[in-house]
């Protein structure tokens, strides 16, 4: 899928790897970018001369995501990038919390993906591409219902992908590891910028990659997931 002249839809796109993509795209030679966030007052937009139009969507509420559709009738490529991080082990995580986690992570991407395929199809195909994570493969304790959304979602975009691809639909999963951004703040690890993921995620895009791993880490971890799944789940628990 070309992003020169292509048009672009990007879920919380006000800030982390959201706000990133909407900057790569544009650098990208992106015609025109939805940037959609839960609220568009605070969006940092970047300067660069590209059509970018903040657009009001929570992906937890059905009646923002309809009229996101309506107004974004031209899109061709969807970021389903919204996401929420919490931290807690799985006997402590509240039930209400992890319901919560899953409304946006797993459920949230799933509404994205049903209202806009219509539309991609119409517009004579496209593609979505769903912000998963490493811990979608294996589970640290610490981030028990955040693991669970993303392993969820994940599974789902497998299905997704069989579902669409004769719409002439791609569905691209991206999978980064640790990530400079709020959400991990508090986190002491080595990090990538988000500027250099969402690079690579559109690098993923342009040459019809179906599974992107982003960053120095995710590469690593999944070459070695692959060799031996079972070590890096006992690694990962341990941490």
């Not at 999963?173 to 910028?193: H, Q, R, Y």
């Amino acid at each position: 899928m070309k992003i020169e002249n292509s048009i672009a839809l990007v879920t919380g796109s006000n800030r982390g790897v959201g706000k990133s993509l909407v900057a790569a795209l544009a650098n990208a030679g992106c015609k025109k970018i939805y940037a959609a966030a839960r609220q568009t007052n605070n969006l940092e937009l970047p300067d660069t001369g590209v059509e970018i139009i903040p657009l009001t969507l929570d992906v937890t509420k059905q009646e923002t995501l309809e009229n996101a559709a309506k107004l974004a009738s031209d899109v061709q490529i969807i970021f389903n990038n919204a996401g929420v991080l919490e931290f807690g082990d799985i006997l402590e995580t509240p039930e209400q919390n992890l319901r919560s986690i899953l409304d946006t992570n797993f459920f949230g991407k799933v509404a994205v993906a049903k209202t806009f395929a219509p539309v991609l199809e119409a517009n004579g195909g496209g593609t979505i591409v769903n912000t998963l994570t490493l811990l979608s493969l294996a589970s640290m304790p610490g981030f028990a219902a955040y693991n669970a959304s993303k392993a969820a979602a994940w599974s789902m975009s497998l299905s997704l992908r069989a579902s669409l691809q004769p719409k002439n639909i791609q569905v691209v999963n991206a999978f980064p590891g640790a990530i400079d951004t709020d959400m991990l703040a508090s986190v002491e690890m080595d990090k990538t910028s988000p500027d250099d993921v969402a690079k690579e995620i559109l690098h993923a895009v342009q040459n019809n990659q179906e599974d992107v791993f982003p960053d120095p880490m995710s590469k690593q971890v999944y070459e070695a997931w692959r060799q031996d799944h079972k070590a890096v789940e006992k690694q990962f628990a341990s941490m």
